[in-house]
C-alpha cells in the first residue's frame, strides 16, 4: 500500500508510520519527494484493515492499495521521474544520453579507436562486453577481466562512462570495481539469483528486456533489483521476438511511452540488437528521440566486417558520426518543446 504523509508531516511521524508498517508485516520504503514523503509498504496483500488504521494516524494524508503488481517501480508509487546519476552524466532528466561501443571487446586497438571516435560524436557512455552471451559455446565468449580493464583505460583516456555487461552473480562484485553501469543482458533478465545480488550493489543497473518478456515480467524483474535495494534501475527496450525473420528482433517502440506510464525508471532503446541491420539503427534512432525514450545504446566498431561479434548491425565511426547528426534535430526540437 501507499502512505502519503501530508506536506507539514513531521520526521518522527514518518518513523512511527515505518514502525506500525513492519508491526503489520510489511517493508517500509520511504520515498521523499519535492513536496511531500510517501511511504510504500511492501508485501503480500494490502489488507483494508491495515489500510483504514494508518489512514487515521497522525501527519498521514490518504493511505490506499497499490494496484500493480510491481510496487517500487511503479509510477503510482513515484509520480515524478527518477533520474540516474553517472557520475557527471544525467539519465532521465529530460535529456538523451547516447551509449556507444562495440559488441564485444576485442583488444587495445579495437576498443580505444571506438571510445574516441563516438566521445568525438558526442556520446557519453562506452559500452563493450568483457563477458558475452552468445547462442552457441563455440563463439567467442569474451576477454572477461582484461576486457574490464581496457574499458577503464579507454575510460581514463576519453572521460566516457563504461557500461559492460554482467553474466554470473560471482562476477558482479569484478565488473563492478571497473564499470559505471553494470548491464544484464536479455537472456539474463529473470535470473533472479542475479538480480537480487545487484540489488546490493552500489552502481546503477541497465536492465534489458528478455527476448520473449512480457511488460510486466519485465517490471517485475526491475522491482526485483529495486526491493533489494539498488534505486538506479534503467530498462532498455531492445526488441521482442516475432513471427517476423526479416529483422532479428521486433523493436515493440510501443513499449517506451507505455513503460513511461506505469514506471518511473527510465528507459532507453537499443536499436542495433533490435533490428540486427545497421541500416535500420539511423531511422529507429529518431524514433526513439521521437517516442520519448531517455536515450539510446548502439554498438559501433573500427571494421565491422571483421567483429568477432555483431558485425552486421554494427556502425562504423562515420556511420555513428551520421547518426548523432542526424538526430541532434530531433532532440533540439524536443528540448523546444519540453521548455
Ligand atoms: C549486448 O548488448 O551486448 C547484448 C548481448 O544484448 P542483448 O542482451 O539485448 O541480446
Ligand atoms: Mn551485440
Known amino acids: ?8 508531516a513531521t520526521e518522527s511521524q514518518i518513523n512511527h508510520i515505518c514502525d506500525r508498517i513492519r508491526e503489520f508485516g510489511y517493508t517500509p520504503h520511504v520515498i521523499r ?8 509498504a511492501i508485501g503480500p496483500g494490502d489488507k483494508k484493515e491495515h489500510i483504514e ?3 487515521s494516524a497522525d501527519g498521514v494524508e490518504d ?5 500493480q503488481p510491481f510496487k517500487l517501480v511503479s509510477r503510482e508509487v513515484k509520480k515524478q521521474r527518477s533520474a540516474i546519476q553517472v557520475g557527471d552524466v544525467t539519465i532521465g532528466d529530460g535529456g538523451f544520453v547516447i551509449m556507444a561501443g562495440p559488441c564485444s571487446v576485442e583488444g587495445y586497438e579495437q576498443l580505444m579507436s571506438t571510445a574516441e571516435a563516438v566521445a568525438a560524436s ?6 563493450g562486453g568483457a563477458y558475452k552471451p552468445r547462442t552457441s559455446p563455440y ?8 576486457g574490464l580493464k581496457l574499458l577503464a583505460e579507454a575510460r581514463n583516456r576519453t572521460g566516457l562512462k563504461v557500461i559492460t555487461e554482467v553474466l554470473d552473480t560471482e562476477d558482479v562484485e569484478l565488473v563492478a570495481e571497473y564499470a559505471d553501469v553494470l548491464q544484464i543482458g536479455a537472456r539474463n533478465m529473470q535470473n533472479f539469483a542475479l538480480l537480487k545480488k545487484l540489488g546490493e550493489i552500489n552502481r546503477p543497473v541497465m536492465l534489458k528486456r528478455g527476448l520473449s518478456a512480457t511488460i510486466k515480467e519485465f517490471l517485475l524483474s526491475a522491482e526485483y533489483i529495486v526491493t533489494h535495494g539498488n534505486p538506479n534501475v534503467m530498462l532498455c527496450e531492445r526488441g521482442i521476438r516475432t513471427f517476423e525473420t526479416a529483422t532479428r528482433n521486433t523493436l515493440d517502440i510501443a513499449a517506451v511511452p507505455l513503460l513511461n506510464e506505469l514506471t518511473h525508471l527510465p528507459v532507453v532503446i537499443d536499436p542495433s540488437h533490435a533490428t540486427g541491420k545497421r541500416s535500420l539503427v539511423r531511422p529507429l534512432a529518431k524514433a526513439a528521440v521521437a517516442v520519448g525514450a531517455d ?8 571494421r565491422p566486417e571483421e ?13 555513428f558520426a551520421a547518426m548523432m547528426r542526424e538526430i541532434e534535430p530531433y532532440i533540439n526540437l524536443r528540448k523546444s518543446e519540453s521548455n
Open 122 to 127: 558526442g556520446a557519453r557512455i562506452l559500452r
Open 307 to 319: 567483429a568477432w561479434s555483431d558485425g552486421p548491425q554494427s556502425l562504423r565511426f562515420e556511420e
Open 53 to 55: 488504521s494508518l489512514k
Open 139 to 146: 563463439d567467442f565468449q569474451g576477454l572477461a577481466e582484461e
Open 295 to 302: 536515450g539510446l545504446m548502439t554498438e559501433v566498431h573500427p
Open 1 to 8: 500500500m501507499i502512505v502519503a504523509m501530508q506536506a507539514e
Open 63 to 67: 493511505a490506499f492499495p497499490i494496484l
Open 33 to 40: 519527494g519535492t513536496e511531500r514523503t510517501v511511504i510504500a
